[in-house]
């Protein structure tokens, strides 16, 4: 009511006056600190009324006064346009059609071949005020101004204007991107070639701010880009976003800085290189920097925009609790919409409210009917405003949402509810059009088989030909290459259709095209622990490939696979230490070395890094980015010396590491070897028996026993980690091997192996890596290695490459640590001992052994053999922490031992506790412990234990195990020397460990009585508290140990 009476106690010449007043000032200084107060203080004369004056009195005046007088006031109605545009205050509306209508006037005068110079520049600003013009219709408006623009370059040429032409550029591309007529992916491609060519002029060095939106508008167009492969766009965008922060900081131009950061949130959101969980963790800081600035009281409109794309990051979040990140999500939302009504936003509000309904479709927490029904409810007012005339590319979008929640709908009819799903998939394709919406075409596709792959009504195998066709269909989008995660997850689905249905050949192959998606993604990880999650988020594949192929009658592909499965990151690190160029001298091998092992040390540091934080993470809605800056400058560093230096056109450190074929694998035996290939499935547990002769044999077990064997092992575990100091888990040790191997059917698979065997090579899986397998009965009076020489290795790849390594021939050099923390005393006597039987031995002893006196020869020397007599540890947590301690119980980690480079070592003897054990819950079975450093280290052979052993026991063991080895009357490798050792203890009586004590305490202590003496009172001390005849038959004072590699 007061803005009326205003209105209507003003007359024309109220206008006319404040019109003149107002040209005058310009005339004087167009400078907005002198015209903005003015206009503040009469705002009640920017109107309708304002408009027919300013046209009224402008045509009668210019057609009276002298050309010259024309061009001046038309150059004063000019920069009151540019001004009234850019005013903030009052009705913003009506300042773009006074704008707009100054510079149509300023046009009568300043026309194209009077002025062009001036026509161009009024033309450029039409176009802009047009651009953002509030009334009429917006995609004529966009259209107008394109046409403006258009206009402007035929003045405004690179060459004469390069200033004048980059800023029409500029405005021509964000028109384009915005252009609602004409198709989308047509309208993108102009728009990303028009900031292209505005950046040749506005570059970082001349005009750093225009430069810098412009990189963000680019990053913009990229990220939304139809063309082109997605995820190079994707790339570009976030390339583009990073540049425009250059300029954009947080102290210098903090709102332009928060939409920076916001748009890289976005990109990061959906990008498809990378490792999927660690780009949320990205996007979601990113969107939390931006709130720095955006702020609910400061920018309200902003602010809610990144609380809504906040829930979005939340409900895609892979790590942390998936049931806390969907009510994070959920909070997001329903946060912005305090800011997005339905009558200020409706865009908005209703992208909100489809955002709500696919939280709420996924949501955990809650009831799930409940959360289906909101879901369905929220995507239906999303469609209030998204209609398929005023919105296509939403609506659609939103059809497809509501055909996941039908299809997975538990209230209504199930078939009701598919029929419904099938019928918004349909909708949502009148829009995503393969031509059109290649990535929408493709994620419609895959919900339609979904709805089909279950649907009730119809011919059953009519739809599932059709489910079959549109998981096909999807999959010419979603390919390994360019959308390896969309395609694995695409191919994933198709492989269980088709395993369901018994179409064992027809699984395989798109389990195959799924698997090469896994690798791919694999690549595109920073870090191996990444790596790790990336395949173990897929092992379910893997199981059911196997399983097929097995079906199908083909084990020699069901083992290719399974070494695609296991070990791979310490597959490729040691095949990129391995690889050299051919042709340069070894300074710029030695020089490659170390810049290669610079790398691996940083990829192992940010591993140990994310798994320390994810266990100390307290808050699982808090996002973890690692700071990959170091690595990527190794890289660089590797790259460009590579490129600098080697000449080598066949060589290349980022080449795909092949996995290994089935006729590599049976190169690993011979007449007498055999290899015993283990694998666990979700469902069972398989064993291969691979012989020289090529023939695979093949045992499998039921699911009860898997099951079995699942409740024993957990119940193994349980005893060992009880607080009574494992005694009960000690005294039950070797009934638990028997229920072990009977559960195993040990003697099935034994009877598999053919009679000329005399070596088995065991490769397990997971659990049974850490059991003594070795140790199992297979009757009442024969253990497995009474029948076999036996060694272990991690994966069939992995003892290739230790194989394919140059080892010396040379067994003289030791060098040994000795009783570091001063509390195993029978590490003296076996260190003493031991090291009797090498030519050049050097020893570290006690106090001396600190941390800063054995790294360096570690990592300079050049041993044969090292041996550690101390204390060690698994660190079930984090295995990279597991470590043998020095003295002052400083621990050596497997994160430092994969620094070292041991070129000259044939064998690693871990004489600690715990040192053979690995990571069970790697589901990928990467082999994560002590021998997989030393074996990456350098050493082919690694001798390691499974549980906390016993310092005399382990001492006596080590002793025998020295001399059997280093007998030069015969030649035995590490593993027969072993076995024999363990034989030998475990028949050793009391009368004759007695003797042999006493016999090497004298030999070692002849000038030494007092320790002697104290030596044989702790031996026989030990015969007190074990009477039995054999004192060592239990597994636990023998089994401990095994060898690990060649």
Not at 528 to 543: T, Y
Not at 688 to 700: L, P, R, Y
Not at 804 to 832: G, M, R
Not at 942 to 954: E, R, Y
């Amino acid at each position: 009511m007061n803005e009326q009476r205003a209105q209507a106690s003003l007359n024309p010449q109220d206008y006319l006056n404040f019109l003149m007043k107002t040209l005058q000032k310009i005339s004087e200084n167009s400078n907005p600190q002198v015209i903005y107060p003015f206009w503040a203080q009469n705002l009640d004369k920017f109107d309708e009324n304002l408009i027919e004056v300013l046209d009224e009195w402008a045509r009668q005046t210019l057609i009276q006064v002298a050309p010259q007088q024309a061009n001046s006031i038309v150059t004063d109605i000019f920069y009151f346009s540019n001004l009234i545009a850019q005013f903030p205050h009052g009705n913003i509306t009506t300042h773009k059609e006074i704008a707009i209508t100054g510079y149509e006037i300023a046009l009568t005068i300043f026309t194209f071949d009077a002025f062009p110079q001036a026509w161009a520049r009024t033309q450029t600003n039409l176009g802009t005020a047009y651009r953002n013009r509030i009334r009429g219709d917006k995609a004529e408006n966009l259209e107008q101004a394109i046409s403006c623009y258009t206009k402007a370059l035929k003045v405004s040429t690179f060459e004469a204007f390069p200033q004048d032409w980059a800023t029409t550029q500029y405005n021509l591309a964000l028109a384009y991107y915005y252009r609602i007529r004409g198709e989308k992916a047509d309208n993108l491609e102009i728009a990303i070639t028009a900031y292209e060519k505005a950046l040749k002029v506005l570059t970082f060095d001349a005009f750093p701010q225009e430069w810098a939106v412009t990189q963000n508008n680019l990053g913009e167009a990229y990220r939304n880009r139809i063309r082109g492969d997605k995820a190079e766009n994707l790339e570009k965008a976030i390339d583009a976003y990073k540049e425009a922060l250059n300029v954009r900081t947080f102290d210098a131009f903090p709102q332009d800085w928060a939409m920076t950061q916001n748009n890289l949130a976005a990109a990061y959101s959906n990008r498809i290189r990378g490792e999927k969980a660690d780009n949320l963790e990205k996007a979601i800081t990113a969107y939390q920097e931006a709130l720095k600035v955006r702020t609910f009281d400061a920018f309200p409109e902003d602010w809610a925009m990144t609380q809504r794309n906040l829930g979005e990051a939340y409900r895609n979040r892979i790590r942390g609790d998936k049931a806390c990140n969907l009510e994070r999500a959920i909070a997001y939302c329903q946060e912005a919409l305090k800011v997005y009504t339905f009558d200020a936003f409706r865009q908005d509000w209703a992208m909100t409210q489809r955002n709500l309904g696919e939280a709420y479709r996924n949501r955990i927490r809650g009831d799930k009917a409940c959360n289906l029904e909101r879901a369905i409810v929220y995507c239906q007012e999303a469609l209030k405003v998204y209609t398929f005339d005023a919105f296509p590319q939403q609506w659609a979008m939103t059809q497809n949402n509501l055909s996941i929640a039908y299809s997975k709908r538990i209230r209504g009819e199930k078939a009701d509810n598919l029929e419904i799903a099938i019928a918004y998939c349909q909708e949502a394709l009148k829009v995503y059009t393969f031509d059109a919406f290649r990535q929408q075409w493709a994620m419609t596709q895959n919900n339609l088989a979904i709805a089909y792959r279950y649907r009730i009504r119809g011919e059953k195998a009519d739809n599932l030909e059709i489910a079959i066709k549109s998981y096909h269909n999807a999959l010419q989008i979603y390919t390994k290459d360019s959308d390896p995660f969309n395609c694995l997850q695409t191919a994933q689905n198709l492989g269980i259709l088709h395993y369901d249905q018994k179409q064992w050949q027809q699984a395989t192959e798109v389990y195959n095209i799924a698997i090469e998606a896994v690798e791919n993604a694999r690549l595109e990880a920073l870090n191996p622990q990444d790596r790790q999650e990336v395949l173990s988020n897929a092992i379910g594949v893997f199981h059911r490939i196997v399983q097929a192929h097995l079906n199908l009658n083909q084990p020699e592909k069901a083992l290719e696979y399974i070494e695609r499965s296991k070990g791979r990151n310490l597959v490729e690190l040691i095949t990129q230490k391995n690889l050299h160029p051919q042709g340069v001298s070894q300074e710029i091998i030695t020089q490659l070395n170390e810049l290669k092992q610079r790398v691996v040390n940083e990829q192992i540091r940010l591993q140990h890094q994310s798994i320390n934080q994810k266990l100390m993470q307290s808050d699982n809605l808090t996002p973890y980015v690692q700071d990959h800056s170091y690595l990527k400058e190794y890289q660089q560093d590797l790259d460009n010396f590579i490129a600098r230096e080697i000449k080598d056109p066949l060589f290349s450190l980022t080449q795909k590491v092949e996995p290994i074929p089935f006729t590599e694998i049976q190169e690993l035996t011979d007449a007498e070897t055999c290899l015993l290939q283990w694998y666990i499935t979700g469902e069972k547990i398989i064993a291969f028996v691979v012989s020289a002769d090529g023939e695979i044999k093949v045992w499998q077990s039921s699911e009860d026993d898997k099951n079995q064997f699942l409740d024993t092992f957990n119940n193994y575990r349980r005893l060992y980690y009880s607080e009574n100091g494992k005694q009960e888990w000690k005294n039950q040790l070797s009934n638990l091997l028997q229920t072990f191997a009977d559960i195993l059917h040990i003697n099935d698979i034994l009877a598999l192996i053919p009679d000329t065997c005399q070596r088995l090579i065991i490769i397990p899986h997971v659990y049974l890596h850490i059991l003594p397998i070795h140790a199992f009965p297979i009757n009442k009076n024969q253990i497995l290695q009474d029948k076999y020489d036996v060694q272990y290795a991690p994966s069939c790849q992995i003892l290739q490459k230790i194989s394919q390594t140059s080892h010396h021939s040379d067994f003289n050099k030791l060098f040994a640590i000795q009783n570091p923390t001063k509390d195993l005393s029978y590490t003296d006597l076996e260190v003493n001992i031991l090291s009797t039987f090498f030519t050049e031995p050097q020893v570290i002893a006690q106090d001396n052994a600190t941390k800063n006196a054995v790294l360096p020869h570690l990592k300079s020397s050049d041993n044969h053999c090292y041996h550690f007599s101390c204390h060690g540890g698994f660190n079930p947590a984090n295995p990279l922490e597991s470590a043998l301690f020095l003295a002052n119980k400083e621990p050596l980690t497997l994160g430092e031992i994969f620094e070292l480079r041991l070129n000259k070592c044939r064998l690693i003897t871990l004489s600690a506790c715990e040192t053979g054990m690995i990571d069970i819950n790697s589901i990928s079975d990467e082999y994560i412990g002590l021998p997989s450093g030393f074996l990456f280290a350098g050493s082919p052979s690694v001798v390691s234990s499974l549980w906390t052993v016993n310092d005399l026991s382990t001492s006596f063991l080590m002793m025998k195990f020295y001399e059997i080895l280093l007998d030069k009357t015969q030649q035995i490798s590490v593993p027969v020397a072993l076995k024999m050792a363990q034989n030998w203890l475990k028949n050793l009586t009391s009368e004759q460990f007695i003797l042999e004590a006493d016999s090497m305490i004298d030999k070692l202590c002849h000038d030494k009585p007092r320790t002697a003496k104290s030596y044989k009172e702790s031996a026989r001390q030990f015969l007190v508290q074990n009477p039995e005849e054999y004192p060592f038959k239990n597994p636990f004072y023998w089994a401990a140990f095994i060898a690990s590699g060649q």
